[in-house]
């Protein structure tokens, strides 16, 4: 079974800070995605990555940046934590082609910033 | 880009009764159509799919149709159970891999 970890379930961080979320995958899966989850606004794609060392803009992605130096693991990165960023992070990684290998989510880190 | 409209926000429904969710889609390069559940604290699970050459498509309880034309989609769960009750969401893929336009969400409550 595909396992997607994220490293925190709750962060509460302060207003400029800089903030690190970290996502692992198990399944040597080529690539990996960074979705925020809002009530009433559903998921909104941050960030992707099809290849190590490769990143694409979703269609939020101002106030973001992500890291992929090992193809199991992709980094989002807050440069500087606004409150309008609390939310919950959901990472999710998938194989391939979309209707061959569906995407397959992590738990989810809900961040707070203060 | 694309846009995906869901409905209801919210479904309550009796025990044994049938849940239908509504999606459309705006991009026609759309061709794949998967379906999400969502259970309280967990993330997002992946219960039924459907692509764009295939107008309907069942699992046990719970079937998806597709009208191409008029760019519509849709769930049906039948003879609903207490542990249907999550939130459900429908997406559209206009790429082929995987950067996937979700809806806003249903949640579903299955009451005794």
């Known amino acids: 079974d595909v396992k997607v970890t994220q490293s925190s379930r709750y962060l509460v961080k302060r207003t400029g800070e800089k903030v690190f979320l970290e996502c692992v995958q198990d399944?040597?899966?080529?690539?990996m995605f960074w979705y925020r989850q809002d009530p009433g606004l559903g998921l909104r794609l941050i960030y992707f990555?099809?290849?190590?060392?490769?990143?694409e803009k979703g269609d939020i992605p101002e106030g973001y940046s992500v890291s992929r130096e090992k193809k199991e693991r992709f980094s989002l990165i807050l440069e500087s934590a606004s409150t309008n960023q609390t939310s919950m992070y959901l990472c999710?990684?998938?194989?391939?082609?979309?209707?061959?290998?569906?995407?397959?989510f992590g738990n989810g880190t809900r961040l707070t910033v203060t | 880009g694309e846009n995906v409209e869901q409905h209801p926000s919210t479904l309550s429904v009796q025990e044994g009764d049938s849940a239908v969710i509504k999606c459309t889609y705006s991009?026609?390069?759309?061709?794949?159509f998967p379906w999400y559940k969502q259970e309280l604290g967990k993330g997002p699970q992946l219960i039924i799919d459907?692509?764009?050459?295939?107008g309907e498509k069942k699992d046990q309880r719970i079937a998806v149709t597709l009208n191409k034309t008029a760019k519509h989609f849709s769930l049906h769960i039948t003879e609903t159970q207490p542990e249907d009750s999550a939130v459900y969401f429908c997406?559209?893929?206009?790429?082929?891999?995987?950067?996937?336009?979700f809806g806003k969400g249903t949640m579903l409550l299955v009451s005794p």
């Open positions: 459907i692509r764009s050459n295939v």
């Open positions: 997406a559209a893929d206009p790429s082929g891999y995987s950067t996937l336009t």
């Open positions: 399944m040597d899966h080529e690539n």
């Open positions: 990555s099809y290849d190590v060392k490769m990143k």
């Open positions: 991009d026609s390069a759309s061709n794949y």
């Open positions: 999710a990684s998938t194989a391939g082609l979309s209707y061959n290998s569906p995407l397959h």
